[in-house]
């Protein structure tokens, strides 16, 4: 089937500091990426749409500033949280939908903490 | 504007019973339909998906769902409940086209327990 890895799984950093965070799309292409973010607890909110070779869409309410995608291929897109700060730990999930489908697989995950 | 709505944030079961979550969505029009999986620490795994035809859906693990336009609800059942189906399960919904085409929108989602 379909995989989705993510890069690294879990992320510890100083406040100030960029962390990036990669989602790869292992066994097909992936024109279409999106990136969420999950809350202890809560559910999946969507950040940004990524799509390969032009600027990322960002959800209302999200920095693009601060959080900067790349989807630099068909099967690499990624996050960069610049000048972190504790309020920006969270878990970060990235999905690619499959080329010319309505299906997404997501990946593992990258948890993230900010010191 | 889509949502979603995940009735029960937590539903406990014991093993072999029923499992039933549901969920119900606003939307205006039909959209896909989703349901998905999560276990601890990792990211969501499809079970199903309603997208057209058939609205009895059959998807991974011995889980279905049916869509039911008149009521807006895409419930997902498991006739008998195993120890491995704990897990946190998501609904989320989809636009059919245009510029929103492919963002999920999730429900609350519900942790399901199973009881030995």
């Known amino acids: 089937g379909a995989v989705v890895s993510q890069h690294p799984s879990w992320v510890i950093c100083k406040s100030g500091t960029s962390v990036k965070i990669e989602c790869r799309s292992l066994d097909f292409q992936a024109t279409t990426m999106f990136w969420y973010r999950q809350f202890p607890k809560q559910s999946l909110m969507l950040m940004a749409t990524s799509n390969e070779g032009s600027k990322a869409t960002y959800e209302q309410g999200v920095e693009k500033d601060k959080f900067l995608i790349n989807h630099a291929s068909l099967t690499l897109s990624t996050l960069t949280v610049t000048s972190a700060h504790p309020e920006d730990s969270s878990f970060y999930i990235c999905?690619?939908?499959?080329?010319?489908?309505?299906?997404?697989?997501f990946g593992p995950g990258t948890r993230l903490t900010v010191l | 504007a889509q949502s979603v709505t995940q009735l029960g944030s937590h539903v406990s079961v014991s093993e072999g019973a029923l499992v039933l979550l549901r969920c119900n969505y606003s939307s205006s029009v039909p959209p896909y339909l989703f349901w998905y999986v999560q276990y601890p620490n990792q990211g969501l795994q499809l079970l199903l998906k309603?997208?057209?035809?058939?609205?009895l859906v059959k998807g991974i693990n011995g889980f279905e769902a049916e869509f039911k336009k008149s009521e807006t609800s895409f419930h997902l059942t498991k006739p008998s409940a195993h120890m491995s189906d704990a897990a946190e399960y998501f609904c989320?919904?989809?636009?059919?086209?245009?510029?929103?085409?492919?963002?999920?929108?999730f429900g609350q989602g519900t942790i399901l327990t199973v009881h030995p």
């Open positions: 309603y997208t057209t035809g058939a609205t």
């Open positions: 999905s690619a939908r499959v080329q010319g489908t309505d299906t997404q697989y």
């Open positions: 989320a919904v989809s636009q059919r086209g245009g510029t929103s085409y492919g963002k999920l929108t």
